[in-house]
């Protein structure tokens, strides 16, 4: 058991000295439309606005908290009649519901106005790696990281955008611990896929 | 961990708020390159430097704004409350998480607009995981969500320094992390 902590810990931290390269460099494959600090400023401004007139913040993991909500009104009320976290959050359609799906809707219009629709399944770096018939380890693989990042952003109390962009920037203890978090444990998964 | 239940309910016209706001968020994020697998995953492996631009700018901007309209009694902070053994164990379980999907939620909803369709495997995994925390969230909210319980605070508070001045300095200590990051990576 000891051994097997030890070898998690150790791992990723081997894994950061080995080199990404050919196919699995990242930098092989396009870069960001637009300027990072251009895109950065907008975020901030719009969370200004998000404060100023609708009194929120800017989140989504909680959206994917509705979705299965609504889902367990259909398939099993009664159990989730018995659940905390439902009684204290039931699913509704909120600001935060609208916010989630504008989010997909935004993304559309971006990808289709720079031509940046993609429509396929594997990843270009994943499949650099992994082989184009690698379809059911990226299911897998996928599925398991929606559900780790599900439950750990509920029990941190937000994901990457409500600790990591709206939680840092108000100064927040919890966001700043939690991101910290966020990007270790990202960082130590992310070597033992890429870097092993 | 859980927050307080939404008794109001909302007009139609936050909610049409709510969608354009998200619109926004989305159309940024895209144009950001966020919803790029290699881009997310080249951040994780320290290649890539984009997110940390897009955050660190994010905050820096947002953060100036928002405490200045609230030094001028304009908007309410919404800070979630410090646990710190919650942050830190839900934290590094999103963290490996993160790592495998390499789409967070948000840039998750971006990769599924633009068409990486691997982002509906994520969105099950992400649903089921809410489900799973649900079933759990009694028994969490007795035993871990306690420990370590600081209630809502900032790193102002957390030092003992005026706000007005620590914004100010870490405004300053931004700009040049944000300059140095320029500086040596190569994206």
């Not at chain 1, 159990?79 to 509704?92: E, I, Q, V």
């Amino acid at each position: 058991m000891n051994r097997t902590l030890l070898a998690i810990l150790i791992l990723p931290t081997a894994a950061l000295g080995a080199e990404v390269s050919g196919g699995t460099d990242p930098l092989n494959y396009s870069g960001p439309a637009w300027s990072p600090y251009l895109v950065g400023a907008g975020i901030g401004v719009l969370s200004w606005l998000t404060f100023a007139f609708s009194d929120q913040r800017l989140g989504a993991s909680s959206g994917y908290a509705t979705l299965a909500g609504y889902l367990g009104e259909i398939f099993a009320p009664r159990r989730m009649a018995s659940l905390r976290y439902f009684k204290d959050n039931p699913p509704k359609i909120g600001w935060g519901t609208m916010l989630f799906f504008g989010i997909v809707i935004g993304a559309v219009l971006a990808a289709w106005t720079g031509g940046e629709m993609t429509n396929r399944y594997l990843p270009q770096m994943w499949e650099a790696r992994f082989g184009a018939d690698s379809g059911l380890l990226r299911t897998l693989v996928a599925v398991c990281g929606g559900a780790l990042m599900a439950f750990g952003a509920r029990l941190a109390g937000g994901c990457t955008s409500g600790h990591g962009i709206s939680g840092t920037l108000q100064l927040s203890v919890s966001s700043w611990i939690s991101a910290a978090c966020f990007f270790i444990g990202g960082i130590a998964t992310a070597s033992l896929l890429y870097r092993l | 961990m859980t927050e307080k239940p939404h008794t109001k309910k909302p007009s139609l016209s936050q909610l049409m708020l709510g969608l354009i706001f998200g619109i926004v968020f989305g159309f940024l994020l895209q144009k950001g390159g966020v919803g790029k697998y290699h881009i997310l995953t080249g951040q994780l492996l320290l290649v890539d430097f984009t997110v940390v631009k897009i955050i660190g700018t994010a905050v820096l901007v947002g953060m100036i704004g928002i405490f200045t309209m609230h030094a001028m009694g304009r908007v309410k902070l919404h800070l979630k409350p410090t646990r710190v053994a919650a942050n830190i164990v839900g934290g590094l379980i999103f963290g490996a998480g993160f790592g495998l999907s390499a789409y967070c939620p948000g840039t998750n909803l971006v990769a599924l607009g633009q068409g990486n369709w691997d982002a509906l495997a994520v969105t099950v995994g992400l649903i089921a995981g809410s489900w799973l925390f649900a079933e759990m969230s009694g028994t969490l909210q007795r035993g871990i969500g306690k420990w370590g319980d600081f209630g809502k605070k900032t790193l102002p508070e957390l030092l003992h320094v005026p706000r007005g001045a620590f914004v100010v300095i870490f405004a300053l200590v931004l700009v040049g992390a944000l300059y140095a990051i320029g500086q040596f990576t190569i994206r």
